[in-house]
């Protein structure tokens, strides 16, 4: 499968953006999908995702603030981002696998597939 990732762009601290991560070749049905976020210098870490059984987590950073969704016929994950901050300010990825469960939904490495990321910026 591959991914598309798009909605990033500049955004005042307090405004929201959405971002959407496509799936060509299959959808994301039996694939747990999760949205992965890398600021300079930074290690790439967990956003939020929706693991095989359709259960949605949040990293405790953005919690309250994101949404995560999709379409019906599971092709599009969306992530809805309020309230947004300076420091969310990154490179947002995201990532789909077909062997991911709940336990290792936040590592990178459970993934094998990846979007190309997109930038998002939140000025003060």
């Known amino acids: 499968v591959q991914l598309q990732a798009s909605g990033g762009g500049l955004v005042q601290a307090g405004g929201f953006l959405r971002l959407s991560c496509a799936a060509s070749g299959r959808t994301f049905r039996r694939q747990a999908v999760s949205w992965f976020r890398q600021a300079p210098g930074m290690e790439r870490a967990f956003v939020g995702g929706i693991n095989r059984s359709g259960g949605i987590f949040y990293a405790d950073s953005v919690k309250g603030r994101v949404t995560i969704s999709t379409d019906s016929a599971w092709n599009t994950v969306y992530l809805q981002m309020n309230s947004l901050r300076p420091e969310d300010t990154a490179v947002y990825y995201c990532?789909?696998?077909?062997?991911?469960?709940?336990?290792?939904?936040?590592?990178?490495?459970?993934?094998?597939?990846w979007g190309q990321g997109t930038q998002v910026t939140v000025s003060s």
């Open positions: 990532a789909a696998g077909s062997s991911v469960i709940s336990s290792n939904l936040q590592s990178t490495r459970a993934y094998a597939y």
